[in-house]
């Protein structure tokens, strides 16, 4: 399976991940303009994507859906209370309602939902198997709950939330109002909680840990990496930043991973053992 972030972050999200001919983005948060130009960096075909499955309607998660969709004519996967919250009014052809526990076959891949705490209408995360290797993208999740733990303990690539450090949110410019909404277990986690889910509920199978859905106000790269990467030296370990496209890594069936490709104006900074960060050359 390939897979990489196209952007990840508090003001956008949208994920590939492929079996041969067969592809999905999870989420399109970023106007589609953008998402075309980061995927031609990778050499990815907007034309090729078979599916698009949407965890809530928030707008970092939808933004660029509806222009997207309808330019290449592609379905869309969404729950009925997320749809209902978006307020978009897409092609009837092109929606299909699922519940949030619902597992699409789209080719050689099979999606999984994942029902999650988020302050949403009816939102889920999803796991994507070819049925050897699963790739989990868990991102703002409210709190730890038991699916987010049985996900975790069965991916083989985890992209997983770090949005806030405590300290920054505590300390910073947002309202009490929001403050407590992103840290009431209904919003999202942060760097220590991640790091916990992380600890307790990693297994042997776990060979990528991508953290994403950094807060642009109340983290940074610097942070999460200090945090994780000691605990992170026998697995591949990246950071996926708002501001780019990671590489296009693939794992095989034997759980060896690889970059296949790798965006022109990207390059590595740091390497620690087998810890990769990927940082912009801009």
Known sequence: MKYC??????????????????????DIGINTKHVEIRMARLGIDPASIKAIFITHEHTDHIRGLSVFSKRYQIPVYITPGSYEGSRLHMPEHLIHLIPPNAQVHIGKLKVMGIPKFHDAKEPCSFV?????????IMTDLGRGCDNVKHVIQHS??????????????????????LKNRIRSGWGHISNTTALELFLENRKPRLKHLILGHL????????????????????????????????????????????????????????????????????
């Open 215 to 282: 807060s642009g106000e109340n983290n940074t790269v610097e942070l999460v990496n200090e945090l994780f990467r000691p605990h992170c030296d026998e697995i591949v370990f990246s950071i996926a930043t708002r501001y780019e496209e990671t590489e296009m890594f693939e794992i095989d069936e034997h759980k060896q991973i690889k970059v296949v490709s790798v965006a022109k104006h990207v390059q590595t900074t740091l390497v620690y053992s087998e810890t990769i960060i990927y940082t912009s050359s801009m």
């Open 5 to 26: 972030s196209i952007a990840s972050g508090s003001n956008g999200n949208c994920y590939y991940l492929a079996k041969g001919e067969d592809a999905i983005l999870i």
């Open 156 to 177: 083989d690539v985890l992209l997983l939330e770090s949005n806030f450090d405590e300290q920054l949110l505590e300390n910073g410019r947002y309202s009490y109002f």
């Open 128 to 136: 994507v198997t070819d049925g050897k290797v699963n790739v989990s």
